[in-house]
């Protein structure tokens, strides 16, 4: 059983910075937080959802969307189970919820499709 938090989502400018954590809690037959790949993906109103930013391969493996390449940094602490996406030089357009989520054997790093895990999001607001 994986279970997902995040937080660290608010209000902020439009030029401005938010850093977004995702605390992973693995029980049961689900161990070996390195082992999975792990992604930050946001839903507009009316949009559908999208990927961001996955790592994987305990962190050596980053990808990224084209819209968020060099503005938004992927990174993850092992020993702390926890994973971060680093949000700078805001625009409105990234306005969504965020959403981190987790799972095995990931083909497609920012398909939504591979992941079973989900946490229950956290809402970022870009004003201009």
């Known amino acids: 059983q994986v279970q997902l938090v995040e937080s660290g989502g608010g209000s902020v400018q439009a030029g401005g910075s938010l850093r977004l954590s995702c605390a992973v809690s693995l029980t049961g037959y689900s161990v070996y937080y390195s082992s999975y790949c792990m992604a930050w993906f946001r839903q507009a109103p009316g949009k559908e959802r999208e990927g961001v930013a996955g790592i994987c391969m305990g962190g050596s493996s980053t990808y990224y969307a084209d819209s968020v390449k060099g503005r938004f940094t992927i990174s993850r602490d092992n020993a702390k189970n926890t994973l971060y996406l680093q949000m700078n030089s805001l625009k409105p357009e990234d306005t969504a919820m965020y959403y981190c989520?987790?799972?095995?054997?990931?083909?497609?790093?920012?398909?939504?499709?591979?992941?079973?895990?989900w946490g229950q999001g956290t809402q970022v607001t870009v004003s201009s």
């Open positions: 989520a987790a799972d095995r054997g990931v083909q497609t790093v920012l398909s939504p499709y591979e992941y079973n895990y």
